[in-house]
């Protein structure tokens, strides 16, 4: 009840509901009250139904969204996966473009640039390597 025309609306249910009841209390005067209180619960229900409805298809949207394909050599034959199914021992074969949350080495490159901003706070793109084992 955030809304300040529900929170006069109850107000006013309020009023009408006392009033309602101590000066017309043979006549059911005390029934605009409760048609007022009635419309606000309907109004609040439907609300947060569509509230609800919303925020289901942004997770879903969102799930959709950030699943990104990328190409990955598993047992030997390459396939295309889901980034959120690579496990320890994939060798990912990046593209252009590919977006990969995940920690590796690198076999070969031409000219590879990672954003690291998440982690450094750095704003540009920090060319990479090839890893050298000692």
Same mark, same amino acid.
């Given at each position: 009840?955030?809304?300040?025309?529900?929170?006069?609306?109850?107000?006013?249910?309020?009023?009408?509901?006392?009033?309602?009841?101590?000066?017309?209390?043979?006549?059911?005067?005390? #029934?605009?009250?409760?048609?007022? #209180?009635?419309?606000?619960?309907?109004?609040?229900?439907?609300?947060?139904?569509?509230?609800?409805?919303?925020?289901?298809? =942004?997770?879903?949207?969102?799930?959709?969204?950030?699943?990104?394909?990328i190409n990955v050599v598993r047992n030997g034959e390459q396939k295309e996966i889901s980034t959120r199914e690579i496990v320890v021992g994939?060798?990912?074969?990046?593209?252009?473009?590919?977006?990969?949350?995940?920690?590796?080495?690198? =076999?070969?490159?031409?000219?590879?640039?990672?954003?690291?901003?998440?982690?450094?706070?750095?704003?540009?793109?920090?060319?990479?390597?090839?890893?050298? =084992?000692?």
């Amino acid at each position: 009840l955030e809304d300040p025309t529900l929170q006069f609306l109850c107000v006013a249910a309020v009023v009408s509901l006392t009033i309602g009841a101590i000066f017309e209390a043979n006549c059911l005067g005390y #029934l605009d009250g409760i048609a007022i #209180l009635v419309a606000v619960m309907v109004v609040v229900f439907v609300g947060a139904a569509q509230e609800s409805a919303k925020q289901r298809q =942004f997770r879903d949207l969102t799930d959709t969204a950030s699943d990104e394909k990328i190409n990955v050599v598993r047992n030997g034959e390459q396939k295309e996966i889901s980034t959120r199914e690579i496990v320890v021992g994939d060798c990912v074969k990046l593209s252009t473009g590919d977006i990969l949350c995940a920690d590796g080495l690198i =076999f070969e490159r031409n000219t590879l640039k990672i954003y690291e901003g998440a982690l450094t706070g750095e704003s540009i793109s920090i060319s990479k390597g090839k890893y050298e =084992f000692k």
